[in-house]
């Protein structure tokens, strides 16, 4: 398939990995420093080929999507004319239909993934929905070729790089870590238990480790790097697609986040730890909220708003006569959400193919005032697919009327890491911890109810629980940017329909029926390796 990606600076290597030994990953062009790892130049090109093998893997499939709305159930499939849902509910082949035609798409039937057990097995095996390709996320051995770079890269400048300065090597040190501990944490939140190592030559096969110890190590291993990455980026066109220090920091917002989630005996001081960043990357200064109306610069990528994103553009390496010249055409979240004039031509993008509920919606906004009603949505609580749009993906439009093979999604980066979500982590965490840090937890609520033009906490009928109010927050502020359904694990809000429409019970739960199912190739040569129990089987 051809891609017009652009991750960075894009350098993606042709290695071959050849290593028949334990997780099968080790690229042998890498495997000593005689013609690698011996100029700056070398440092970049690996250092950005990780980033490159990322962006490829999160493009694969729709990651926001299936870590998000789509699992939690609030997306729903909208009926226009012949389209609509059979009695079953699964109907339909994988091809991008005209929306005026009979049968159904993959863009409609997707939300029905979102049911737990049979029906995601379904989603994930071969036949309908294989475009958006959700086997791909039961595959792990492309984040261990990442962590394996990485650990690669340290044990390198460990060793000494007579080419780089002193700062430099801590630079790259500091940056390899984030990307390792970054890997370990998707890896944490998609299976639970993983494989967790560093050394530069790890052959020998290892056991599952639990998750709680893994998110442990990665913090001990980003915290007292962090400082060695730069405060900021001199150069604009690295904000937020190299990580800089406020990468790191949410980061570790996040993983503490986590593990207060399942480390209840522990979870003060992962809370306290959470504050303390918190207020750390406030007081920095180098990231700011922007205006609403200024929105489309934060999609865009790049913005003073992004900490951390996997960077993608149109505007290089494309083929406009190919409508699969992305890597995944349906990887960005708000491609079933949007039609003309966010997609051409018009008489193939007449309607959109998926809508959220309205008893959704009206949760999220129970005010009219909310700036975010009108920038990100076009009749937000309408579910008729020719009004409703999900335009918060599709400010960046890219328009050519005259092709009618293009098919190609608005110009938008992938955010993974901003600085609202920074913010209201660390509202959480103050709220959790209760007395005098519940000031603390108001004030970070309404630095982005503030941004939104909506009123400030405590001012509306709704404003009961402070808790309540930060969670109904993020699963607003962060709609479609993949945290809403690990926002329901961490929280075990996902155990309460009330907070989501297709809740587990605490008997799935606890079995870990959260995860996601775990390829059967992760056994290969790994004797200690096992599945996650949950899916296998007919137990569910």
Not at 9 to 26: E, H, M, N, P, R
Not at 487 to 516: Q, S
Request: neutral net charge; aromatic residues 12%; contains cysteine.
């Amino acid at each position: 398939m051809k891609r017009y990606i652009i991750c960075l600076f894009i350098i993606v290597s042709a290695s071959q990995y050849g290593c028949k030994k334990f997780l099968d990953i080790t690229p042998i062009d890498k495997l000593t420093g005689n013609n690698f790892y011996k100029t700056r130049e070398d440092m970049e090109a690996n250092i950005t080929d990780m980033y490159g093998e990322l962006f490829d893997k999160y493009t694969r499939t729709s990651f926001a999507g299936a870590t998000g709305e789509f699992r939690s159930g609030e997306v729903i499939p909208a009926a226009q004319g012949g389209l609509g849902r059979s009695a079953s509910g699964l109907i339909g082949g994988h091809t991008r239909q005209a929306p005026n035609s009979q049968g159904s798409t993959e863009q409609q039937n997707v939300p029905r993934t979102s049911v737990n057990d049979r029906l995601l097995l379904v989603a994930i095996g071969p036949g309908d929905f294989s475009g958006y390709n959700f086997r791909d996320l039961t595959r792990w051995d492309e984040y261990y070729r990442v962590i394996q770079s990485a650990n690669l890269l340290i044990s390198k400048v460990e060793d000494g790089i007579p080419a780089l300065t002193a700062e430099e090597s801590k630079r790259y040190i500091a940056e390899a870590k984030f990307i390792r501990c970054f890997t370990y944490f998707n890896l944490v939140r998609l299976y639970g238990d993983v494989v967790y190592y560093t050394a530069a030559f790890q052959k020998d096969p290892l056991p599952r480790e639990n998750m709680v110890s893994v998110i442990n190590k990665c913090i001990a291993d980003l915290k007292d790097f962090r400082n060695d990455l730069p405060l900021s980026f001199t150069d604009p066109s690295m904000r937020g697609v190299r990580a800089a220090r406020g990468a790191a920091i949410g980061l570790l917002m996040n993983m503490n986040m986590w593990n207060a989630g399942f480390d209840s005996p522990n979870k003060t001081a992962y809370y306290q730890e959470t504050v303390a960043l918190g207020k750390e990357i406030v007081a920095s200064n180098v990231y700011r909220l922007l205006p609403l109306t200024e929105w489309a610069k934060v999609v865009k990528g790049r913005s003073e708003e992004s900490l951390f994103e996997l960077f993608r553009t149109l505007n290089y390496n494309q083929d406009l006569n190919d409508p699969y010249a992305q890597a995944n055409a349906y990887s960005p979240f708000g491609d079933a959400f949007i039609h003309f004039p966010y997609k051409q031509p018009e008489y193939t993008h007449r309607y959109s193919y998926s809508v959220f509920s309205t008893e959704y919606m009206k949760k999220l906004y129970p005010d009219a005032s909310d700036l975010r009603l009108s920038v990100w949505f076009v009749a937000p609580f309408d579910q008729n697919p020719s009004t409703f749009q999900l335009r918060k993906f599709a400010l960046n439009t890219f328009a050519d009327a005259n092709n009618p093979n293009l098919d190609l999604n608005p110009d938008n980066t992938y955010l993974i890491m901003r600085y609202s979500d920074a913010i209201l982590l660390c509202a959480e965490a103050a709220a959790n911890l209760g007395g005098e840090n519940e000031a603390i937890a108001i004030e970070y609520l309404n630095k982005i109810r503030g941004r939104a033009g909506a009123p400030v906490f405590g001012a509306g009928s709704d404003d009961n629980n402070l808790k309540d109010a930060i969670f109904i927050e993020r699963s607003k502020e962060l709609m479609g940017e993949g945290s809403r359904y690990f926002d329901l694990v961490r929280t075990r809000r996902v155990l309460n329909r009330e907070w989501t429409d297709n809740p587990l019970t605490a008997d799935k739960f606890n079995r870990g029926g959260w995860t996601w199912p775990i390829d059967d190739s992760a056994l290969t040569n790994n004797p200690m390796m096992s599945l996650n129990s949950y899916w296998i089987g007919s137990g569910l």
